[in-house]
């Protein structure tokens, strides 16, 4: 759920370019400052203290002392005038002492200054803090291109968005009765948060008069100052030699312990946010986004953005419309379970199993399984009503559609997003070779087309071979996947056979279930170890790919951990839905897994039962586990290390801490960024979309855990973690490709489910030809009476093997021993012509199934390409106004000529007259 204010997006940006064109040709015709624009503070609330990042003139009006104030916060430096811009820690004991006198040498020469602070709880750790002046964040900006505000924009407001601000009016004042607003902001809390309201362009010294400067210390924002300081840490030399530059290189062989940008304060106060406003951005950010009790409110998507950066920004707008977009699927979700709870008492099928008292079934293991009534299963046939019922096929359809939908809105989203956070026009930098790349090919250079400049180069024989490598790593990680699931296969069927002789009778006579649920938690606890050994794998096959940028590694490494994950948690699931069951032979000819162990069968009442567990436990234990490891873990950690300072300096003595050390003592941001994020909620995609049709609670159980995710990241972010680095992105990457992929094969696996796993088919084949109603065009729950009775075949006992045969000869039922036992297929009888062979029933059955897979996939298919071609990637609203400002900055630059030309006259006519004065 985010921001209404903060639009979202497109991929086509085409059409976007010739804007920025124009805005540069601007930059040469303008003469003067425009008019203000509002400055990073804005969002604070006015008339109280605001951020640290206030120029020491606002913080005099109010009458406190600049340098006393500014050097107890701890986000300055000792004299209380340089802000920290970023932060290095190192130890005094570590032996890279040399590295890090020529690296900290090298810092000052390019103009940043540093200052040292020991820690207070171990004098071993040193802070080091370093501040950008105004001339070296210039000189950067205008190198990395930052974009900056020089002119505010004039907006055109349509006829129909003046109709639809009075139907809001309409509907807040409708509102007013409610004690709470829902999924608002509160705007007194957020007095503005339409502050994109800027043209911007490439920062230029040379231009700088035209740039919107109330205060050059707050121009560039912290956000972007922490961005600058990272980008010039990362091209420092620390050693004599070509590849011997780099901060990240320096934290990896220690020479530094750690290093972030600071936090812009505490997150708390003792005051309320209504009253006295928000100490800083912080603070503003935790009680209007990261506070449990804001959880129904939209996200203020422009203010994570200015504190943590785009990337940031766009996964939490991305989460927030996927959760918004699980509403509707959520509640067909659970309209299809409500309509299958309110025809229970109505189906045909499960009446006739919980009546069939006189219909028993056969031992679904060797020996120790007994026959059983067929009547026994009546729950479960009555459970397995609540989820294949007839609206499933409707779901499924509608899953289907939900997901195009979902993505060909995002990208609309996107594009409104990527205007308002002025990153139509932006481009990545081009990428630097990654220093493992560079000095591995450090020998083989070849000439780079683009810049011409010698470059490291790697040879495509060396580059297939590594690719060859990689590729039979993922080969061999899947085949141990497989194997791990030919593992459960075995412990299910041994374990039948062990539950079915168990003395308690609540086992006994649940053996199949018992044994489903255990070997669930079995599979989700190999699951959880292998994902441990997957990353370590994905990590060594990656770096022995030697990617040259870091966007092709960090895509590459994506790829396998996605696929690794992916197979590792739904090869069980897709063995359960389209296996289990479909090979086990029948009574006196099962096949064996290696010639001993009987395959097992499914329930009496259908192999979607052992689905619908199956899913439901995995995806409840994994979201459980997900969010204590995303939320718990750094909390127990945190909390570890506030309690080992107060054992070091005694319960008694309260240490005020500096900000940097409060931020030290928190937990790093993931090694690999939002990679974990991203995963965990693309992976509940495929939950949510690839089995829908067996669990239509899944998109509910999925809405559910969203809702608190938003909020748990949120909290992890702002109060858990060290503030991450900002970081510019247009788009969430390479999980858009990913999502697709996952909508083609959903569509797929929905089919098969359909057709396969659950029963719709072979009852409708039943009732149009079958059936009491066969002929007549008619399908209600008069025609499947009989359908039980007709889905069973007959088996003769004494044709069982002799390792099949059951201890008990069923003489409990009747009396007598039991001559003739039932199980689900369809087969003739033992007294045919061909005894055991398949009914002319089952091959109507198989066409059926056969042609709605085709048809389904077809009709889905076909849905799916009709509505991405019929959505636009970009909203007409977001056109129209895009046209509009590209026509307003043409007559910007024509009175800008205009004037230049009027200037020209002028000068040229006084220069003449005085000429003529001069003239003798």
Known sequence: MEARSSGITNGKTKVFHPVAKDVNILFDELEAVNSPCKDDDSLLHPGNLTSTSDDASRLEAGGESVPEKNKSNGLYFRDGKCRIDYILVYRKSNPQ????????????????????????????????????????????????????????????????????????????????????????????????????????????????????????????????????????????????????????????????????????????????????????????????WASWGVWYKYQPLDLVRRYFGEKIGLYFAWLGWYTGMLFPAAFIGLFVFLYG????????????????????????????????????????????????????????????????????????????????????????????????????????????????????????????????????????????????????????????????????????????????????????????????????????????????????????????MFLFQFVNLNSSTFYIAFFLGRFTGHPGAYLRLINRWRLEECHPSGCLIDLCMQMGIIMVLKQ?????????????QNWWTRRKVRQEHGPERKISFPQWE??????????????????????????????????????????????????????????????????????????????????????????????????????????????PCAGQGEAGQKCMVGYVNASLSVFRISDFENRSEPESDGSEFSGTPLKYCRYRDYRDPPHSLVPYGYTLQFWHVLAARLAFIIVFEHLVFCIKHLISYLIPDLPKDLRDRMRREKYLIQEMMYEAELERLQKERKERKKNGKAHHNEWP
């Open 97 to 288: 002492m040399e590295k890090r006198e020529i690296f900290e040498r090298n810092i000052r020469a390019e103009g940043l200054q540093m200052e040292k602070e020991s820690s207070l709880v171990n004098s071993d750790i040193i802070f080091v803090k370093l501040h950008a002046p105004w001339e070296v964040l210039g000189r950067y900006a205008e190198q990395m291109n930052v974009r900056m505000p020089f002119r505010r924009k004039i907006y055109y407001l349509p006829r129909r968005y003046k109709f639809m601000s009075r139907i809001d009016k309409q509907i807040s004042s409708f509102r007013r009765w409610l004690p709470k607003k829902p999924m608002r902001l509160d705007k007194e809390t957020l007095p503005d948060l339409e502050e994109n309201d800027c043209y911007t362009a490439p920062f230029s010294q040379q231009r700088i008069h035209h740039f919107i400067i109330h205060n050059k210390d707050t121009f560039f924002n912290n956000a972007t100052r922490s961005r600058i300081v990272h980008h010039i840490l990362q091209r420092i030399k620390y050693e004599e030699g070509k590849n011997k530059i780099g901060l990240n290189r320096l934290l990896t062989n220690g020479s530094y312990e750690a290093a972030f940008p600071l936090h812009e304060g505490s997150y708390r106060s003792k005051n309320s946010i209504r009253t006295h406003g928000a100490v800083n951005h912080r603070h503003l950010l935790y009680e209007c």
């Open 624 to 636: 459980t586990w997900n969010n204590f490891m995303e939320l718990g873990y750094p909390l127990i």
């Open 341 to 560: 709870v309110i025809t229970l008492d109505h189906c045909q099928v499960s009446k006739e199993v919980c009546q069939a008292t006189d219909i028993i079934m056969c031992p679904v293991c060797d020996k120790y399984c007994p026959f059983m009534r067929l009547s026994d299963s009546c729950v479960y046939a009555k459970v397995t009503h609540l989820f294949d019922n007839g609206a499933t096929v409707f779901f499924a359809v509608f899953m289907a559609v939900w997901a195009t939908v979902f993505l060909e809105f995002w990208k609309r989203r996107r594009a409104v997003i990527a205007y308002d956070w002025d990153l139509i026009d932006w481009e990545e930098e081009e990428e630097e070779i990654r220093p493992q790349f560079e000095a591995k090919y450090s020998k083989k250079e070849r000439m780079n087309p683009i810049s011409g400049k010698p470059e490291p180069y790697q040879a495509f024989a060396d580059k297939c071979s590594r690719l060859i490598v990689s590729a039979s790593g993922i080969f061999f990680m899947i085949c141990v996947v497989i194997a791990a699931v030919f593992g459960i296969v075995i412990y299910r069927v041994v374990t039948v056979s062990t539950f079915a002789a168990f003395k308690w009778a609540l086992i006994r006579n649940n053996s199949q279930v018992a044994t489903t649920g255990t070997a669930v938690c079995i599979n989700f606890c190999i699951i959880m170890l292998l994902n441990v050994l997957y990353e370590k794998v994905a990590l060594l096959l990656t770096n022995l790919e030697q990617p040259r940028t870091e966007s092709e590694w960090e895509n590459s490494f994506t790829l396998k």
């Open 662 to 771: 409060k931020d030290y003592n928190l937990q790093p941001m993931n090694a690999y960024g939002l990679f974990d994020e991203y995963l965990e909620m693309i992976l509940q995609f495929g939950f949510t979309t690839i089995f829908v049709a067996a669990f239509p609670l899944a998109p509910l159980l999925a809405l559910l855990n969203n809702i608190i995710e938003i909020r748990l990241d949120a909290y992890k972010f702002v109060t858990q973690w060290r503030r991450p680095l900002a970081s510019r992105a247009k788009d969430i990457g390479i999980w858009y490709g990913i999502l697709e992929g996952i909508g083609i094969l959903s569509v797929i696996t929905n089919a098969f489910v359909i057709a396969i796993t659950s029963d719709f088919i072979p009852r409708l084949v039943y009732a149009y030809k079958y059936g």
